[in-house]
């Protein structure tokens, strides 16, 4: 995986630049002085209440009010070297969709935020702002808490959609020229827009029978509601893009069999949809899950409304969630609202190398899940039934640092023991799904099966086929695969500008 | 949406269904299956494609009702839609000249047997086909079958039809009758292939199951279907569904499959409630 490179490019440090010079920006800074910007507290989310919300699936922040989103834009210090947008993997705009907010333009500040991110409403929710973003805003610095640019995003993006004011782009120029785009996840998703935008014939094609990949499957409720999603698959939608669901390139058609059909360039973002299981005996029984099996059975299929869906999930009492990332806590959160007694996160590590968003670990605790760090099972126990029982874990201690630069778990011997559960969900990630990669010849790829690309365009080792997202990366985050896709988006329009006919 | 062309039964609980899916008939190979979805709020449920029309565009299927996601496809009518079909899924069959090959079947799971063996037989196989249910009404595609075989023997479990014992009795025929057998393909419930792939190994002879787990996307992504196979967890749906049935873990995968049981009861009870004749027939009626 390749690193943002830590430098403005010449053209967004121009945009930035200007920008930041015109006179209301100017008026704006004049008009609060930085020690009073200082001395003004983040505003914290509304959220509403553990004990209620573990109830059921309904979104545990309420987003802040247009007075809320006004009084946390007037932190931002809008700095003129404005460190935050180099934290962006999709490079927004930051502080001029800030003071946009600050002045109570929020229409202005979505379209800046949107010149770059199709999706801010579901960015505003899922992305890890603490290590983008924020992380790299100059109130960190200072060792004070970072400007609610995550916050800020989804206010705006909600207060459009609530106003109902969504904009359609105007496609200036019908290209006349079909592009393929095999996944509707978060990377498919942004290609597809950026794609139609530039006035392509896009067609997404999806394996599940609902499109939005992780954001469908994956993703509870509770974090972003399928609403959401739902009514930015509508907004592409009016740009002109084709969904078509059940559909399995590879195996209902290949890419070759596309290109038949007249598909002139493709985007691969067909995720990195495989589970990586433990290989620990016992593996096999009844009640031990892959995190994307549980998730996938609840959010995707409905199971947490058996009977009158059809799809059963079984409600455990004792729960333990293995790894400690933002899947293992959606997964340990969802068994709670389904009942669990003790939802428990076992995490080899400890606290402070928890991968998951800061967000996350902290409405976990709220909600009284248990955190049980330095612990690492070795079995599961089946009872008669083939249904696990019990787990032996080994407690584990922290060594030097690995290759991750986390210091690296070590199990401490003879402290062996067995813990009572009645269902194990592994959320130790996941790798590349391997159907397309299968079953397509000339496709170079990498240790675990991620397609091979040439990181500065996307490309494959197959000429006009592009990829991006986690099947590139092999498992990383939404906006990740959203940069990707954009990126790829702009390659495949230069391809295809190119390409003689 | 997924046209239905007919819907009929061929034998008792068993129907034979016919729907518009025209890019799935045109790449499916045998052994391949499809996921499908009832309706808005139904279950993702694995079925081998029997047979398909690639100039027609139409898939068949065939499918015991035993729970609700079943009992849902039985209701449907000509004419009726399928929510949703995804495919062709699964390795297809490897196929290639043995020699002679065994084509055993059991119950429904002689529906996705015929394709197997028809390509095995289409490859220059010579086909020894041994069908086996409870009873004769739950014999089906017998004239299928019996146009790609060689010979064909029936066998039922109460002597209804064909002669009286299990499908390993007429393997155990052909081995006592000195027949050559170069491969035997065994498909039907798991404790049939557990006891077919052990006489087999018993006597070196080769055999591939394919095999049924609960599935869930059908496309490696979740895990639901993973099957020990040579002490190694594999998924059903990407790495199968045909496996060696030497190396098969039958045990677990017959625990695996009643991992909802409860669930499924609950389900179909609370359906037949809302279907007077799904009642009767659970009830014990006749339908």
Same mark, same amino acid.
């Given at each position: 995986?390749?690193?943002?490179?830590?430098?403005?490019?010449?053209?967004?440090?121009?945009?930035?630049?200007?920008?930041?010079?015109?006179? &209301?920006? *100017?008026?704006?800074?004049?008009?609060?002085?930085?020690?009073? $910007?200082?001395?003004?507290?983040?505003?914290?989310?509304?959220?509403?209440?553990? !004990?209620?919300?573990?109830?059921?699936?309904?979104?545990?922040?309420?987003?802040?009010?247009?007075?809320?989103? !006004?009084?946390?834009?007037?932190?931002?210090?809008?700095?003129?070297?404005?460190?935050?947008?180099?934290?962006?993997?999709?490079?927004?705009?930051?502080?001029?969709?800030?003071?946009?907010?600050?002045?109570?333009?929020?229409?202005?500040?979505?379209?800046?935020?949107?010149?770059?991110?199709?999706?801010?409403?579901?960015?505003?929710?899922?992305?890890?702002?603490?290590?983008?973003?924020?992380?790299?805003?100059?109130?960190?610095?200072?060792?004070?808490?970072?400007?609610?640019?995550?916050?800020?995003?989804?206010?705006?993006?909600?207060?459009?959609?609530?106003?109902?004011?969504?904009?359609?782009?105007?496609?200036?120029?019908?290209?006349?020229?079909?592009?393929?785009?095999?996944?509707?996840?978060?990377?498919?998703?942004?290609?597809?827009?950026?794609?139609?935008?530039?006035?392509?014939?896009?067609?997404?094609?999806?394996?599940?029978?609902?499109?939005?990949?992780? +954001?469908?499957?994956?993703?509870?409720?509770?974090?972003?509601?399928?609403?959401?999603?739902?009514?930015?698959?509508?907004?592409?939608? *009016? !740009?002109?893009?084709?969904?078509?669901?059940?559909?399995?390139?590879?195996?209902?058609?290949?890419?070759?069999?596309? *290109?038949?059909?007249?598909?002139?360039?493709?985007?691969?973002?067909?995720?990195?949809?495989?589970? &990586?299981?433990?290989?620990?005996?016992?593996?096999?029984?009844?009640?031990?899950?892959?995190?994307?099996?549980?998730?996938?059975?609840?959010?995707? !299929?409905?199971?947490?409304?058996?009977?009158?869906?059809?799809?059963?999930?079984?409600?455990?009492?004792?729960?333990?969630?293995?790894?400690?990332?933002?899947?293992?806590?959606?997964?340990? $959160?969802?068994?709670?609202?389904?009942?669990?007694?003790?939802?428990?996160?076992?995490?080899?590590?400890?606290?402070?190398?928890?991968?998951?968003?800061?967000?996350?670990?902290?409405?976990?605790?709220?909600?009284?899940?248990?955190?049980?760090? +330095?612990?690492?099972? *070795?079995?599961?126990?089946?009872?008669?039934?083939?249904?696990?029982?019990?787990?032996?874990?080994?407690?584990?201690?922290?060594?030097?640092?690995?290759?991750?630069?986390?210091?690296?778990?070590?199990?401490?011997?003879?402290?062996?023991?067995?813990?009572?559960?009645?269902?194990?969900?592994?959320?130790?990630?996941?790798?590349?799904?391997?159907?397309?990669?299968?079953?397509?010849?000339?496709?170079?790829?990498?240790? &675990?099966?991620?397609?091979?690309?040439? &990181?500065?365009?996307?490309?494959?080792?197959?000429?006009?086929?592009?990829?991006?997202?986690?099947?590139?990366?092999?498992?990383?985050?939404?906006?990740?695969?959203?940069?990707?896709?954009?990126?790829?988006?702009?390659?495949?329009?230069?391809?295809?500008?190119?390409?003689?006919? | 949406?997924? =046209?239905?062309?007919?819907?009929?039964?061929?034998?008792? =609980?068993?129907?034979?269904?016919?729907?518009?899916?025209?890019?799935?008939?045109?790449? #499916?190979?045998?052994?391949?299956?499809?996921?499908?979805?009832?309706?808005?709020?139904?279950?993702?449920?694995?079925?081998?494609?029997?047979?398909?029309?690639?100039?027609?565009?139409?898939?068949?299927?065939?499918?015991?009702?035993?729970?609700?996601?079943?009992?849902?496809?039985?209701?449907?009518?000509?004419?009726?839609?399928?929510? =949703?079909?995804?495919?062709?899924?699964?390795?297809?069959?490897?196929?290639?000249?043995?020699?002679?090959?065994?084509?055993?079947?059991?119950?429904?799971?002689?529906?996705?047997?015929?394709?197997?063996?028809?390509?095995?037989?289409?490859?220059?196989?010579?086909?020894?086909?041994?069908?086996?249910? =409870?009873?004769?009404?739950?014999?089906?595609?017998?004239?299928?079958?019996?146009?790609?075989?060689?010979?064909? #023997?029936?066998?039922?479990?109460?002597?209804?039809?064909?002669?009286?014992?299990?499908?390993?009795?007429?393997?155990?025929?052909?081995?006592?009758?000195?027949?050559?057998?170069?491969?035997?393909?065994?498909?039907?419930?798991?404790?049939?292939?557990?006891?077919?792939?052990?006489?087999?190994?018993?006597?070196?002879?080769?055999?591939?199951?394919?095999?049924?787990?609960?599935?869930?996307?059908?496309?490696?992504?979740?895990?639901?279907?993973?099957?020990?196979?040579?002490?190694?967890?594999?998924?059903?749906?990407?790495?199968?569904?045909?496996?060696?049935?030497?190396?098969?873990?039958?045990?677990?995968?017959?625990?695996?499959?009643?991992?909802?049981?409860?669930?499924?009861?609950?389900?179909?009870?609370?359906?037949?409630?809302?279907?007077?004749?799904?009642?009767?027939?659970?009830?014990?009626?006749?339908?």
């Amino acid at each position: 995986m390749t690193k943002q490179p830590a430098r403005f490019p010449e053209e967004l440090k121009k945009k930035l630049r200007e920008r930041f010079n015109e006179d &209301w920006r *100017k008026e704006l800074r004049r008009k609060i002085s930085v020690k009073e $910007r200082l001395a003004i507290d983040r505003v914290p989310m509304p959220e509403n209440e553990p !004990m209620e919300r573990i109830r059921g699936f309904f979104e545990v922040n309420k987003g802040y009010t247009p007075e809320m989103a !006004m009084e946390e834009a007037r932190r931002c210090l809008d700095c003129a070297n404005p460190t935050c947008v180099l934290g962006c993997p999709v490079s927004i705009d930051i502080p001029t969709f800030v003071k946009l907010i600050e002045k109570g333009d929020f229409i202005g500040a979505v379209k800046i935020i949107k010149e770059t991110n199709s999706l801010p409403a579901v960015c505003g929710r899922v992305c890890p702002q603490e290590d983008q973003c924020e992380g790299n805003c100059a109130y960190v610095k200072m060792g004070k808490k970072p400007v609610a640019i995550g916050n800020l995003e989804r206010f705006v993006a909600d207060y459009e959609r609530a106003a109902g004011e969504v904009e359609i782009p105007q496609i200036k120029v019908q290209k006349g020229k079909k592009v393929g785009v095999i996944g509707a996840g978060p990377a498919g998703l942004t290609a597809a827009g950026e794609l139609a935008k530039m006035g392509y014939d896009v067609t997404i094609f999806e394996a599940l029978h609902e499109p939005g990949g992780v +954001l469908i499957y994956g993703i509870p409720e509770f974090r972003l509601p399928k609403a959401i999603l739902k009514e930015e698959l509508e907004y592409l939608k *009016k !740009m002109g893009v084709k969904i078509i669901t059940d559909f399995v390139v590879g195996k209902t058609a290949t890419i070759e069999d596309l *290109k038949k059909e007249g598909y002139e360039a493709f985007f691969i973002g067909s995720g990195a949809g495989a589970p &990586w299981f433990l290989g620990l005996p016992g593996e096999e029984l009844n009640g031990v899950y892959s995190a994307n099996e549980y998730l996938t059975r609840v959010n995707l !299929m409905r199971a947490f409304e058996f009977p009158e869906y059809d799809t059963p999930i079984p409600r455990g009492k004792r729960v333990a969630v293995i790894g400690a990332g933002n899947t293992a806590m959606d997964a340990v $959160r969802t068994a709670k609202r389904l009942g669990a007694e003790h939802a428990m996160i076992v995490y080899r590590r400890s606290r402070a190398e928890m991968p998951a968003r800061i967000e996350e670990i902290k409405h976990a605790e709220e909600e009284g899940i248990e955190f049980i760090f +330095l612990t690492n099972p *070795k079995r599961f126990v089946g009872d008669e039934n083939g249904w696990v029982k019990q787990m032996e874990c080994v407690k584990m201690q922290l060594g030097e640092p690995d290759a991750s630069g986390r210091r690296r778990p070590i199990p401490i011997p003879g402290s062996e023991f067995l813990m009572d559960v009645d269902i194990v969900i592994i959320a130790i990630g996941t790798k590349p799904n391997p159907l397309i990669p299968q079953t397509t010849p000339g496709l170079e790829l990498a240790k &675990w099966g991620e397609i091979k690309v040439d &990181w500065e365009t996307m490309e494959t080792s197959i000429p006009g086929v592009f990829a991006g997202g986690d099947i590139v990366r092999g498992g990383a985050t939404v906006i990740l695969a959203m940069g990707d896709g954009r990126k790829a988006a702009y390659q495949i329009d230069k391809y295809l500008s190119e390409k003689k006919d | 949406m997924y =046209r239905i062309i007919f819907n009929r039964p061929i034998a008792e =609980r068993v129907k034979h269904m016919k729907v518009v899916a025209p890019f799935i008939a045109r790449k #499916r190979k045998p052994g391949n299956f499809i996921i499908l979805i009832p309706d808005e709020k139904g279950e993702r449920i694995p079925l081998t494609i029997v047979d398909s029309d690639p100039h027609q565009g139409t898939i068949d299927l065939i499918y015991q009702e035993v729970g609700t996601s079943t009992f849902k496809l039985g209701l449907k009518k000509e004419g009726d839609y399928l929510y =949703r079909i995804v495919g062709p899924l699964g390795k297809p069959t490897h196929i290639e000249k043995f020699g002679t090959v065994v084509a055993i079947g059991g119950g429904v799971g002689i529906a996705p047997l015929y394709p197997i063996a028809r390509g095995m037989k289409e490859a220059g196989n010579r086909i020894v086909t041994i069908l086996g249910a =409870r009873k004769k009404d739950l014999i089906i595609l017998e004239k299928e079958m019996a146009d790609i075989s060689d010979d064909l #023997r029936v066998w039922t479990d109460d002597g209804s039809y064909g002669k009286k014992g299990l499908v390993t009795h007429g393997l155990q025929e052909l081995i006592d009758e000195g027949l050559k057998i170069d491969m035997v393909l065994a498909i039907g419930p798991a404790i049939m292939m557990k006891f077919v792939a052990k006489m087999a190994a018993e006597h070196g002879l080769p055999i591939i199951v394919s095999l049924n787990p609960i599935m869930v996307d059908g496309t490696g992504m979740c895990g639901a279907c993973r099957v020990v196979v040579g002490g190694e967890i594999k998924f059903a749906c990407v790495d199968g569904p045909e496996f060696d049935g030497h190396q098969v873990d039958f045990e677990n995968l017959i625990l695996r499959l009643k991992a909802y049981r409860k669930y499924e009861v609950e389900s179909l009870e609370r359906f037949a409630s809302f279907y007077p004749e799904v009642k009767t027939y659970l009830q014990g009626g006749v339908r």
